[in-house]
C-alpha cells in the first residue's frame, strides 16, 4: 500500500472511530509504530487529524469543541435509546423516590421514557430536579410525575440552566440518583466537558447525588475535553453501549465503578 493510500485510510478510520491508536494502525498496516507516527505527524500538518497521547483524534474533538443541543439530537440515536433503557430500570419503585436529570441529548432520552411513566403502585411517586429546559417541558405533560426545574442562568447552546444559583440550589439537595451526561471520560482525566460553568454545576450534581449513574454513549469513551467535573472515583455507574478499552476497564474497576453495557 502506498503512502498516500495508507493516510486516506487512517482519516477514514479517524472520522468513523472517533480515535485511532499507535499500536492498532501498526499491526493493522504491518509497518512500525515510528513510521505510524511519521504518518500521524503529516495529517496533523495537513490538518485532517490531531495527535494525542497514543495516537489520534479528529479535528472536531478539540478540548473546546462542542456542538449544539440540536446538532446532538440526531446523533447516536440507537445507543442512546439503549443507554436510557437501562437507564429506567434503575429507577427505584418506592412510595417516595427522586432522581437528578442533567442536561444533554443521552439523559434527554431517558426523559422520553419517563414523559409516558405510569407507578406501579397509585400512591408512589417520583420527583425528577432537571437543570434542563426541553427536559422540564417534556415532563411537563406527565401527571404521574413531581416535577422540579433548578433556576439560573440558561446556556444557549445547550438549554441547560447553570451558575452560581443553579450549583447554591444544587448543593442543598440529596436525591437518590443522579443521571449524568459527560463529553467524555477518561481513564486518567475522569469525566469532562467543554465548558467551565456548565462543568461547575456538573460537579454539583455528582456531589449531589446519592448514587450517581454517568450515560455515555461509545463516543464518549476515552476522551478528554477541557473541564474535568468528576474523577472515576466519584461516580458509582457507567451505562455505555460498548466494551471500554482495557485501559478504561482497569480504570473504572478500580474505581469501583460498575459498568453496564447496554
Known sequence: MFAEERHQRIIELVSTQGRVGVTELAEQFSITQETVRRDLATLEETGGLRRVH??????????????????????????????????????????????????????????????????????????????????????????????????????????AVVGARATEQLGALRPDIAFIGTNGIHPEFGLSTPDPVEAATKTAMVKAGRKVVVLADASKIGTETLVRFATLEDIDTLITTAEPDAELAAALAGAGVEVVIA
Do not use: C
Not at 70 to 86: F, G, H, M, P, S
Open 54 to 159: 497514543g495516537g489520534a483524534v479528529g479535528t472536531d474533538r478539540f478540548t473546546r469543541s462542542e456542538q449544539s443541543l440540536r446538532e446532538r439530537q440526531t446523533q447516536y440515536l440507537d445507543e442512546k435509546q439503549r443507554i436510557a433503557t437501562a437507564a429506567l430500570a434503575m429507577i427505584p419503585h418506592a412510595p417516595t423516590a427522586s432522581i437528578l436529570l442533567d442536561s444533554g441529548t443521552t439523559t434527554a432520552a431517558l426523559a422520553e421514557l419517563l414523559a409516558s411513566w405510569v407507578p406501579a403502585n397509585t400512591r408512589d411517586e417520583l420527583l425528577v430536579i432537571t437543570n434542563s429546559l426541553p427536559t422540564a417541558a417534556s415532563l411537563s405533560t406527565n401527571s404521574h410525575l413531581l416535577l422540579d426545574i433548578i433556576g439560573g442562568r440558561v446556556r444557549g447552546l445547550t438549554s
